[in-house]
């Protein structure tokens, strides 16, 4: 895997990234009108592997995935020593959807320039072999010493050229018949549709696992971070931790006039504790006053020591009730503690929601309105 590609991908998102004036690609030729019984010639092998390459995109709901199944069929069903993608993005929205997606690093480059890519195909837009020397004035595989016997195939969406798939070196003989070239066409095609859906999917995924009121994830949402390190964690036989902070006395605020402040109390909360998570924890709102951090990798004896602190920072503020008084934030926390490999019978989804319900149960409010640091004990 060469560096052009992940430093491209990668470092698109800093500065100096410029929504370019977008150049439409080439119009695509109609095709030519075909009897009922005409043939063409087509490898067999080829169909079928990339029909189960098809069915791997399908089957992703992620459109880092999608890329990924894309390029990794590709080039086992053809056999290439390399393939790179060149993808238009002009206003950058893609490269913010996949995120940082190692795996396409190196194979994946998104560019604004979508002269860059039309340039690739001259007047037709049709897959077509490099002649020599070409590869080197369209910069493609830009890093590779050897840059002979490269076939590029454009995919196009609404009559334009969207993007290029460059293979190198393909098994001897495989491309060489116009249906195979016509085969990959029609797949690529199918590659920015396939992908527009995934991260429609995402989106709405997305939606679904965010709480509305501050922003930050749900107890769905923060359930499926917790799911994914417990699996983690049993794997490397290590502690998951979770912390619940319950913000007692807000139970009365529920008419109208008090709603907007009990909502500005949740997200000033929500984004306090958010921003004092470490890269590897998370947080949600499990429950209506209650929030949940995920601890990643700390003993119980830290874990503890974030619970005092998180409680010392939201104790004693106090928030204007709207009706001429006052109301202080008074933060039960709780915390549970598991080494999954210890429950081994159980299913990681079922011991997540064990944390969850444990948390919940632990820092329930006090009749007196005192405060307090409880350990939950899972069932």
């Known amino acids: 895997m060469n560096d052009r590609g992940s430093q491209k991908f990668a470092g698109s998102a800093g500065e100096g990234y410029k929504v370019e004036e977008i150049t439409l690609g080439l119009p695509v030729q109609e095709p030519t009108a075909v009897a009922l019984d005409e043939r063409i010639e087509v490898s067999r092998y080829l169909a079928r592997r990339i029909s189960k390459v098809h069915r791997a995109m399908l089957d992703t709901s992620r459109p880092s995935d999608v890329l990924a199944e894309c390029l990794a069929g590709i080039r086992s069903a053809t056999g290439c020593t390399e393939v790179e993608l060149w993808l238009h993005d002009p206003a950058g929205a893609l490269l913010v959807t996949l995120g940082d997606a190692s795996e396409l690093r190196g194979l994946v480059d998104l560019t604004p320039d979508s002269y860059k890519i039309s340039a690739v195909y001259g007047d037709t837009a049709a897959p077509r072999q490099l002649a020599p020397g070409e590869a080197s004035r369209l910069n493609v595989f830009e890093h590779s010493a050897d840059r002979s016997d490269?076939?590029?195939?454009?995919?196009?969406?609404q009559s334009h050229i969207v993007g290029s798939l460059h293979l190198k070196a393909p098994k001897l003989g495989l491309l060489d018949g116009e249906g195979d070239?016509?085969?990959?066409?029609?797949?690529?095609?199918?590659?920015?549709?396939?992908?527009?859906?995934?991260?429609a999917?995402?989106?709405?995924?997305?939606?679904?696992?965010?709480?509305?009121?501050?922003?930050?994830?749900?107890?769905?949402?923060?359930?499926?971070d917790l799911d994914r390190e417990i699996g983690r964690a049993r794997r490397a036989h290590?502690?998951?931790?979770?912390?619940?902070?319950?913000?007692?006395?807000?139970?009365?605020?529920?008419?109208?006039?008090?709603?907007?402040?009990?909502?500005?109390?949740?997200?000033?909360?929500?984004?306090?504790?958010?921003?004092?998570?470490?890269?590897t924890d998370a947080v949600g709102r499990i429950d209506t006053m209650c929030f949940?951090?995920?601890?990643?990798?700390?003993?119980?004896?830290?874990i503890e020591s974030i619970c005092t602190r998180y409680q010392n920072e939201l104790q004693g503020n106090l928030l204007d009730d709207g009706a001429g008084g006052s109301i202080e934030i008074l933060p039960n926390v709780s915390w549970v503690s598991i080494d999954p490999h210890d429950y081994s019978g159980r299913a990681v989804s079922e011991l997540s929601e064990m944390?969850?319900?444990?948390?919940?149960?632990a820092s329930a409010c006090a009749p007196s309105g005192s405060v307090s640091i409880a350990r939950a004990q899972p069932q």
């Open 150 to 157: 490269i076939v590029v195939i454009p995919a196009v969406e």
């Open 181 to 199: 070239l016509e085969l990959l066409f029609d797949f690529m095609n199918l590659v920015p549709v396939s992908l527009r859906n995934a991260i």
């Open 201 to 224: 999917n995402q989106a709405a995924s997305e939606l679904m696992l965010v709480d509305p009121v501050t922003r930050i994830a749900n107890r769905e949402g923060l359930g499926r």
């Open 238 to 279: 290590r502690q998951v931790g979770l912390v619940g902070i319950r913000l007692c006395g807000l139970e009365g605020m529920a008419n109208l006039s008090q709603q907007h402040i009990q909502t500005q109390l949740l997200s000033e909360v929500a984004h306090k504790i958010a921003s004092g998570l470490r890269a």
């Open 355 to 361: 944390m969850l319900e444990s948390v919940l149960e």
């Open 292 to 302: 949940g951090v995920l601890v990643t990798e700390a003993p119980p004896d830290s």
